[in-house]
Nanobody
Framework: EVQLVESRGGLVQAGGSLRLSCAASGFSFDDYAIGWFRQAPWKKREGVSCIRGSAGSTYYTDAVKGRFTLSSDNARNTEYLQVNSLQPEDTAVYYC?????????????????????WGQGTQVTVSS
């Protein structure tokens, strides 16, 4: 059974940091791309970053570039999203999801319907 389990998010002050994790079971990250998405209240879900397991290549949207960093622990089959310099506009439920595709990461991040499995979501709240 495929599962993606995200770590607990949290409440941080503006300028703070968090590290989110996405632990996978039932498949190997090597064969997939993992996307991170977020959804704020009354807003559409948006992709923020994506990593291809086999190559380790990454893509970040302009909204998070320079502040968010992806990393992998292949031994644990876990992906991490380090989020720094958080701002109130980063407040959202964050999700990881996997997709088996050779399409570009930029395209995949804009196509959430292509993803196969999703984590349960974790709340990140940034206070001003």
């Amino acid at each position: 059974e495929v599962q993606l389990v995200e770590s607990r998010g949290g409440l941080v002050q503006a300028g703070g940091s968090l590290r989110l994790s996405c632990a996978a079971s039932g498949f190997s990250f090597d064969d997939y791309a993992i996307g991170w998405f977020r959804q704020a209240p009354w807003k559409k879900r948006e992709g923020v970053s994506c990593i291809r397991g086999s190559a380790g290549s990454t893509y970040y949207t302009d909204a998070v570039k320079g502040r968010f960093t992806l990393s992998s622990d292949n031994a644990r089959n876990t992906e991490y999203l380090q989020v720094n310099s958080l701002q109130p506009e980063d407040t959202a439920v964050y999700y990881c999801a996997d997709v088996r595709s050779s399409l570009t990461l930029r395209f995949l991040l804009g196509s959430p319907d292509r993803y196969d499995y999703w984590g349960q979501g974790t709340q990140v709240t940034v206070s001003s």
